[in-house]
T-cell receptor
Framework: AQTVTQSQPEMSVQEAETVTLSCTYDTSESDYYLFWYKQPPSRQMILVIR??????QNATENRFSVNFQKAAKSFSLKISDSQLGDAAMYFC?????????????FGGGTRLMVKP | DVKVTQSSRYLVKRTGEKVFLECVQDMDHENMFWYRQDPGLGLRLIYF???????EKGDIPEGYSVSREKKERFSLILESASTNQTSMYLCASSPGQWNSPLHFGNGTRLTVT
């Protein structure tokens, strides 16, 4: 079974600075996607970024980028120029082609606080 | 934009009650999911459905059942609510392609007293 681990329960960053959230996963599959979701206080889970395992190039979406290390099974999220609106729970998630029902497996989450 | 609507934002029920959590999506998605969210545990899959009347158990199905009579609606049922089912419940949907992201509702915070 696949597992996803987020080792940082809480992180804080100063506004306008950069922060990196860690995620590691365990799988025997070769074809899969990785996702980062953001859950603000409103509770609506929002997709931040996704990475296909076969793509060597790291995904980027505006201020959000990932560092995908396939051999190390690591998938960290970098937030540049942090804003107050970035404060939220962040979840790393895995979805594999062979996963029964194609379900998403989530990590335990990291609470990000942004200091003004 | 995909909209996933959960019928209740907050719900308080008594031990032993039968509880229905309703979820509706408006994008004709094949897949629908029910997750439970608890602090430090992330989201854990209770049940999912990949078609009308089809359902599969997730990681923690005990104490729950589901119903999908129509494509757009996926209901989670607690046959006899217990205090350890106090939690946040999130519904999600996705297209049938295996690499599609999930779209989530706003969650239902259920308290069982």
């Amino acid at each position: 079974a696949q597992t996803v681990t987020q080792s940082q329960p809480e992180m804080s960053v100063q506004e306008a600075e950069t922060v990196t959230l860690s995620c590691t996963y365990d799988t025997s599959e070769s074809d899969y996607y990785l996702f980062w979701y953001k859950q603000p206080p409103s509770r609506q889970m929002i997709l931040v970024i996704r990475q296909e395992a076969y793509k060597q190039q790291n995904a980027t979406e505006n201020r959000f980028s990932v560092n995908f290390q396939k051999a190390a099974k690591s998938f960290s999220l970098k937030i540049s120029d942090s804003q107050l609106g970035d404060a939220a729970m962040y979840f790393c998630a895995y979805r594999g082609r062979d996963n029964a029902g194609n379900m998403l497996t989530f990590g335990g989450g990291t609470r990000l606080m942004v200091k003004p | 934009d995909v909209k996933v609507t959960q019928s209740s934002r907050y719900l308080v029920k008594r031990t032993g009650e039968k509880v229905f959590l309703e979820c509706v999506q408006d994008m004709d998605h094949e897949n629908m999911f029910w997750y439970r969210q608890d602090p430090g545990l992330g989201l854990r899959l209770i049940y999912f459905s990949y078609d009308v009347k089809m359902k599969e158990k997730g990681d923690i199905p005990e104490g729950y059942s589901v119903s999908r009579e129509k494509k757009e609606r996926f209901s989670l049922i607690l046959e006899s609510a217990s205090t350890n089912q106090t939690s946040m419940y999130l519904c999600a949907s996705s297209p049938g392609q295996w690499n599609s992201p999930l779209h989530f509702g706003n969650g239902t915070r259920l308290t069982v007293t």
